[in-house]
């Protein structure tokens, strides 16, 4: 029987190279996003690969998203083996501008997804009958919840955020055969780093590209990080290979920070 993922935000970007991962490491995905056409198509991408994949839309920002998406799987597939809170979001702006309603965008997509996410899953592997297997829950951090970056402080907070939840449920779950773990990339070429470059050159001038140029200088492997990059590491969090590795939020970033 097909181990089951549940990925979010899967229907572009990091999401969808980490569906496609998983589904060619053998696992049934529910591929979950709020963009119906995207998720849509990437599931059936996925199907007519092979895969065993099916589309589940719904607002990660919302506690009933999650039960709903964990219910797709259920009734597609049987079970949940991994559940992967990848959805979210960044924002550009100054310390000094940022807003109430800037930090409830934000903190309800990145913050509260993650939890509510880490919550759904842990309800739904008390109710399977799995003996001591290891279940997983992956969530997405960034290298900016290691080290926060001026212009996007509202949204390394959200993944210093992560980073914490991760940690405390790492030790809470244990106990019931849990494991919480994150991933932390870095400058990923997907529509994400775009957006802040855009973003960059409409408050501080300049030519659109200039700052996706500038941080990817930094690099020390010498090239943009792809979602097939972030999607390898995840894989290894989602295989038995990680069992014994919990409460971890890893760098994969090409040699950005070591830290």
């Given amino acids: 029987m097909s181990k089951v993922a549940v990925v979010t935000g899967a229907g572009r970007g990091i999401g969808k190279g980490i569906a496609s991962q998983l589904a060619h490491d053998g696992y049934a995905v529910v591929v979950a996003d709020f963009d119906e056409v995207n998720a849509n198509q990437t599931a059936k991408e996925l199907v007519e690969q092979g895969f065993q994949a099916v589309a589940a839309l719904g607002d990660v920002s919302r506690e009933s998203a999650h039960k709903e998406f964990i219910k797709v799987a259920v009734d597609n597939f049987g079970r949940l083996d991994t559940y992967v809170n990848n959805a979210g979001i960044a924002q550009v702006e100054t310390v000094a501008n940022i807003t109430k309603e800037h930090l409830e965008q934000i903190f309800g997509i990145n913050v509260y997804g993650a939890l509510f996410g880490i919550q759904a899953a842990r309800e739904q592997f008390l109710k399977q009958d799995d003996g001591d297997k290891i279940r997983k829950i992956i969530n997405a951090s960034s290298i900016a919840g290691h080290q926060a970056f001026d212009m996007l402080a509202a949204y390394s907070a959200t993944k210093f955020a992560v980073r914490a ?65 972030v999607a390898n590491f995840v894989s290894y969090l989602a295989s038995e290979k990680s069992d014994y590795m919990t409460g971890q939020s890893v760098q994969i970033d090409g040699g950005i920070q070591f830290i």
Avoid at 200 to 227: C, D, F, H, Q
């Fill in 165 to 229: 939840f991760t940690q405390a449920s790492a030790k809470e779950f244990a106990k019931d055969h849990i494991t919480v773990n994150s991933y932390c990339p870095g400058i990923v070429l997907t529509p994400m780093w775009d957006l802040i470059d855009s973003e960059m050159v409409k408050l501080n001038g300049g030519e659109i590209g200039s700052y996706l140029k500038k941080y990817s200088e930094a690099i020390a492997l010498g090239r943009g990080e792809t979602p097939t990059d």
